[in-house]
């Protein structure tokens, strides 16, 4: 009850437990969340996403600085690789990001733990667990993983995809499906060559894919110089504005829908392998490696098993 306490006081300390149980799915985390869920659920959130070596690193601490100051309590969520020795995040975005002396921004680097959209599963209970500091408007970075980043248009208010000239291949191939998760598109590095080509790219897609009432609009920005970042932040207004009570509340529905999805399949996969036990499991294995069966096969009779 001490902690339950502590959290609902808003305490950085039993936050950032919090947010340790979380990650590491101590059953500690899910008692503590039932009991704080009624305040939570307040905050805006950015999804920030691109390829690595787009700068959404420089831009998110621009983007949280200026936010700042205009009066908002802000959270930062900079999603990690995971590193195969300690399951931990390794970039450590957190220490590398913020030149900011900014105390009231809260920054926190999160592992994906393996997983292969982008962010980690956990993101909507980490979330919810800043909010616990009062935290109105919270950005979520992502490890820039490609396309495989389209899942934080399922978990974000708002999603910035930041491209960069330059970057060859890899974000011609990236562009595809670029309109397809975003609210606003980035240029980032606009000073650097080829910048104003990528913006008519940009436009010629907007007018080939199928768009709804909002046409993301394309900001120039060079964060690094903190340039373009107040009309960024126009814009993230202007799409706020845009979405209203009633658009929100259905963006924030459909993301509600998504998390309990993802809940329901790792709470259901957990109970089927500890119902299967690990023993099973390393028979089924030593099978697969003699080459008695396949992993196909093997898969298809455990899922007979489990019914």
């Not at 908002?72 to 900011?100: N, Y």
């Not at 708002?158 to 990236?174: F, S």
């Not at 209203?244 to 509600?256: A, I």
């Amino acid at each position: 009850m001490f902690l339950i306490d502590d959290l609902l006081s808003g305490d950085t300390r039993s936050v950032s437990r919090l947010i340790s149980w979380i990650e590491n799915g101590d059953e500690r985390a899910k008692n503590a969340l039932k009991s704080v869920w009624h305040k939570t659920g307040n905050s805006y959130t950015i999804g920030v996403t691109g390829p690595t070596g787009a700068g959404k690193s420089t831009l998110v601490n621009c983007l949280a600085d200026y936010s700042s100051k205009q009066g908002h309590k802000v959270g930062v969520l900079a999603i990690d690789p995971t590193s195969p020795f300690s399951g931990g995040a390794i970039l450590g975005d957190r220490l590398r990001m913020f030149s900011s002396q900014n105390a009231d921004i809260f920054i926190r680097s999160v592992a994906t733990r393996g997983h292969l959209g982008g962010v980690t599963p956990t993101i909507g209970f980490l979330v919810n667990a800043i909010e616990l500091l009062q935290k109105d408007l919270i950005f979520i970075e992502t490890v820039g993983a490609g396309q495989g980043d389209v899942e934080i248009a399922e978990l974000a208010d708002t999603t910035l995809v930041v491209n960069v000239p330059g970057l060859g291949d890899e974000i011609q191939a990236q562009k595809a499906g670029i309109l397809e998760i975003a609210d606003i598109l980035v240029v980032n590095k606009s000073d650097r060559s080829g910048a104003d080509r990528l913006v008519e790219e940009l436009k010629m897609m907007q007018h080939l894919g199928e768009l709804e009432s909002w046409t993301p609009p394309i900001v120039q920005t060079t964060a690094v110089e903190q340039i373009g970042i107040s009309l960024l932040w126009e814009n993230i207004e202007k799409h706020r504005s845009f979405l209203g009570s009633n658009g929100l509340k259905s963006v924030r529905l459909k993301r509600q829908i998504y998390e309990l999805q993802q809940h329901l399949r790792t709470s259901l996969y957990q109970d089927k392998i500890t119902e299967l036990g690990s023993k099973s499991l390393d028979s089924v294995a030593e099978d697969i490696l003699s080459r008695k069966t396949d992993p196909f096969t093997a898969v298809d009779e455990i899922k007979s098993l489990l019914k």
